[in-house]
């Protein structure tokens, strides 16, 4: 949850930055919010939820 939360705020943060610096239009980043949506009610999402814990914990191996 805290990892999905997270992500979510981070995409959000930086779509108000593309948003803002003119990079995207109003109007694509409500489709790209609206896609992300209902994508995330298909049979697809668990696929890409596993896919986004393996990249995190991929990440959190990485030593420095």
Do not use: E, H
């Not at 990892?3 to 980043?29: E, F, M, N």
């Not at 999402?45 to 959190?60: G, K, V």
């Amino acid at each position: 949850m805290a990892i999905s939360l997270s992500v979510v705020l981070l995409l959000a943060i930086v779509l108000v930055v593309l948003v803002r610096g003119g990079s995207l239009k109003a109007g694509p980043a409500v489709v790209a919010v609206l896609f992300g949506f209902f994508l995330a009610s298909t049979g697809m999402a668990p696929s890409i939820q596993r896919f986004l814990d393996s990249i995190a914990d991929t990440i959190n191996q990485i030593s420095f």
